[in-house]
């Protein structure tokens, strides 16, 4: 299978910085990502779309200006999380896609917000 | 709306045994992928096998195999000869054509084979 990458594994912040979590698609182009979050012992939410070179489609409920994506290119998308509060700690998935029946998912970042 | 629905929170099976993981989804859609994920503890999201819905027979991986029933809207998973290396969470998922392929998570089943 294709791999997705994703930096950093695990990030510990102080309250009130913002965090960018960086996801790559290595050996494939993908158009369109996606950004997951997953609380402990429960199934992966979407949080949004990620497409390039267009702005990205949040999921409802997901406040846009708290978490910031940008697809800066077939290989690249971001999410910021900025002015991170305890509650924003998660564990955040990011995925990529390959074909429409193809979706390649990333190893996750641990986000902890001190 | 399209849903999927995994009933089984926790299951426990013996080394070598055979286990079943269900899982039932809802769509308007006549032609679709369905999708069983793995996430064993170290989180990764590992694809285990897919089924496309206009191939009446059913998909099969090594040791993975489904028992795909399309009127009953039906997906469910049957892992042969349990290793321990199966213990994860495995989640049904479906991409629906209407939401942009987006996938659609089942809340997930807790695998745990025991020696």
């Known amino acids: 299978g294709a791999v997705v990458s994703q930096h950093p594994s695990r990030v510990i912040c102080k309250s009130g910085t913002s965090v960018k979590i960086e996801c790559r698609s290595l050996d494939f182009q993908a158009t369109t990502m996606f950004w997951y979050r997953q609380f402990p012992k429960q199934s992966l939410m979407l949080m949004a779309t990620?497409?390039?070179?267009?702005?990205?489609?949040?999921e409802q409920g997901v406040e846009k200006d708290k978490f910031l994506i940008n697809h800066a290119s077939l290989t690249l998308s971001t999410l910021t999380v900025t002015s991170a509060h305890p509650e924003d700690s998660s564990f955040y998935i990011c995925?990529?896609?390959?074909?429409?029946?193809?979706?390649?998912f990333g190893p996750g970042t641990r986000l902890t917000v001190l | 709306a399209q849903t999927v629905t995994q009933s089984q929170p926790e299951m426990s099976v013996q080394e070598a045994e055979t286990v079943t993981l269900s899982c039932t989804y809802d769509?308007?859609?006549?032609?679709?992928?369905l999708f069983w994920y793995k996430q064993p503890p170290s989180r990764q999201m590992i694809l285990v096998i897919r089924?496309?819905?206009?191939?009446?027979q059913n998909a099969t991986e090594n040791r993975f195999s489904v028992n795909f029933q399309k009127a009953a809207k039906s997906f469910s998973l049957k892992i042969s000869d349990s290793q321990l290396g199966d213990t994860a969470m495995y989640f049904c998922?479906?991409?629906?054509?209407?939401?942009?392929?987006?996938?659609?998570f089942g809340k997930g089943t807790l695998l745990t084979v025991n020696p």
């Open positions: 769509t308007s859609e006549s032609n679709y992928y």
């Open positions: 998922a479906f991409p629906p054509r209407s939401s942009n392929y987006k996938l659609t």
């Open positions: 089924q496309e819905a206009y191939k009446q």
């Open positions: 990620s497409n390039e070179g267009s702005k990205a489609t949040y």
């Open positions: 995925s990529a896609l390959r074909s429409y029946n193809e979706q390649f």
